[in-house]
């Protein structure tokens, strides 16, 4: 697998990709440590708050050092577009497989086809459950307004 990585140096702040943007690439943190953030606009009407900004963004979930990620996204392939923002915290070195790639790995490798599959689905079902919560919060808040 190691020879169908591409590597990314990037800068801190640097978006790595965006909620909406095609989801074709798993990411292996090799140094760095890469904020997932959700877009939560559609509850939140910034224009209100922030003339001029349409987004609301709010930080999901942090990777570091050895972790992986977008593997929601490329794996379940549930609407092949990234459900979340990665933004890069520091300088950062990571390792990136297009899923086509990843595809021909895992298909020779059954058991780690089933685990990441297995990892995949935990994270998604985990995202889901803080969006649900931020969305019961920042709406909650709103109706205070």
Known sequence: MIPKLKTLNLFDNDILFSQGDQAEEIFFIFHGSVLLYVDLSEIVDMQTLVKGDKCFNVPLAIYSNSSYFGDNDVLLQRNGYRSITGICQGDCQIYAIKNILLEEVLEKNPKIQNTMLKIAEEK???????KDELKIKYKSKRALE
């Not at 998604?124 to 803080?130: C, E, P, R, V």
């Open 124 to 130: 998604s079902n985990y995202y889901q459950i803080l």
